[in-house]
């Protein structure tokens, strides 16, 4: 599904990456980013209903408490409501710079896997890059790459974004949760 092709990958590139940073998985189905909300009850709104324009009709949030951000829970719901669509804003908090036991990744692809059957699924961290492309890594190896193509795919995809030339899963921790999930697989 997102493993698919092989080579240079040609993703249609978010065209709202300055609004909100993001990248497509895959194109219409699967989006992957910064956080949603704002502190700013005006451009939260903004982003959330450009993101639903998108077709996302589920929100994974993976920051935490910890990061002291605005909730937006609250707005996917009014959305949802004023536009009488079926939204879902699902929280599995990951520490900043972090990881969680490595079982809680099966859990986030099964709710990403069960999103998709929704809609298009919005997968987010605070900046879109360490937890997020730790959390699509796992996406990915799931689908069969290796973990040297998860790093290459992962490059790929997020190139021509404004945040590309930042190391997507960033720390070591997150590096070696991906090859486990490589190793357990079989590859």
Not at 37 to 54: T, Y
Not at 123 to 148: F, N, P, S
Not at 150 to 169: C, F, H, Q, W, Y
Request: aromatic content about 6%; proline content about 5%; glycine content about 12%.
């Amino acid at each position: 599904m997102f493993a698919a092709g092989g080579g240079d990958v040609d993703p249609t590139t978010w065209p709202h990456d300055e609004f909100v940073h993001a990248w497509w998985v895959e194109p219409g189905r699967l989006l992957a980013g910064e956080y949603a909300g704002d502190p700013d009850a005006a451009h939260a709104r903004q982003k959330v209903d450009l993101l639903v324009d998108a077709g996302g009709r589920t929100f994974v949030e993976l920051t935490t408490t910890a990061d002291r951000l605005e909730p937006y829970d609250r707005l996917v719901r009014e959305v949802a409501d004023g536009r009488r669509l079926d939204l879902c804003h699902i929280s599995l908090p990951i520490p900043d710079n972090g990881v969680v036991e490595d079982d809680r990744y099966d859990e986030v692809a099964r709710i990403i896997e069960a999103g998709l059957g929704r809609g298009a699924v919005y997968v987010h961290c605070w900046g879109g890059v360490g937890r997020t492309g730790t959390v699509i890594g796992c996406v990915l190896a799931d689908e069969g790459l290796g973990y040297d193509e998860i790093i290459d795919r992962l490059e790929t995809l997020r190139r021509g974004s404004r945040k590309a030339n930042r190391s997507a899963p960033e720390m070591p921790g997150q590096h070696d949760l991906l090859r486990r999930r490589v190793a357990a697989r079989g590859r």
